[in-house]
T-cell receptor, first 115, second 111 residues
Framework: EAQVTQNPRYLITVTGKKLTVTCSQN?????MSWYRQDPGLGLRQIYY???????DKGDVPEGYKVSRKEKRNFPLILESPSPNQTSLYFC??????????????FGEGSRLTVL | SQKIEQNSEALNIQEGKTATLTCNYT??????LQWYRQDPGRGPVFLLL?????KEKRKERLKVTFDTTLKQSLFHITASQPADSATYLC??????????FGKGTMLLVSP
């Protein structure tokens, strides 16, 4: 089954404790992206990756890091989480839009609470 | 920067009626526009894409229009059902690198 898998789905942590949210896709997609979703603000892009070893900042990259060492994985790293990073996080992937509709496939989300 | 406006208030309609959701944008016209459905606590799911040279696209009970002059897309669900209740997101292409999402409109379909 084609899917984007995120872990953990739920996490409560404390300020300053480094954490990583993993994301894996099994569709051989080149493009992957991280979004955060907050009430009243909608989905905002954090980082994206066009392919292996290629990453770029989205609209709200501060406080986050990413890496793309393999095509299927795109982890989101919070080196020193702060309460304003409490949010619902989504990983998404997309294949070559010349081939398909260019639709984004989203994971189920990771709800992060930073105390 | 590109701004996207979707009705912030929930849309309440009766089962069987047609729901119409609006997506307005400013600045440049995107090459394409997408609509997604999102259920509470779940990831968005792609519904339809419409390109700048297309005026209308249909898929089963769904219809999307795209008016680049008005800078507006309309999303219609005909013969709506309670199962259609969800938040619907409009997303605009900003080039291959990214999509910009609207904040979404919640649709509530009453039996």
């Amino acid at each position: 089954e084609a899917q984007v898998t995120q872990n953990p789905r739920y996490l409560i942590t404390v300020t300053g404790k480094k954490l990583t949210v993993t994301c894996s896709q099994n569709m051989n997609h080149e493009y992957m992206s991280w979004y955060r979703q907050d009430p009243g603000l909608g989905l905002r892009q954090i980082y994206y990756s066009m392919n292996v070893e290629v990453t770029d900042k989205g609209d709200v990259p501060e406080g986050y890091k990413v890496s793309r060492k393999e095509k299927r994985n795109f982890p989101l790293i919070l080196e020193s989480p702060s309460p304003n990073q409490t949010s619902l996080y989504f990983c998404a992937s997309r294949g070559d839009r010349g081939v398909n509709t260019g639709e984004l496939f989203f994971g189920e989300g990771s709800r992060l609470t930073v105390l | 920067s590109q701004k996207i406006e979707q009705n912030s208030e929930a849309l309440n309609i009766q089962e069987g009626k047609t729901a119409t959701l609006t997506c307005n944008y400013t600045n440049y016209s995107p090459a394409y526009l997408q609509w997604y459905r999102q259920d509470p606590g779940r990831g968005p799911v792609f519904l339809l894409l419409i390109r700048e040279n297309e005026k209308e696209k249909r898929k089963e009970r769904l219809k999307v229009t795209f008016d680049t002059t008005l800078k507006q897309s309309l999303f219609h669900i005909t013969a709506s059902q309670p199962a259609d209740s969800a938040t619907y997101l409009c997303a605009l292409d900003r080039g291959y690198s990214t999509l910009t999402f609207g904040k979404g409109t919640m649709l509530l379909v009453s039996p």
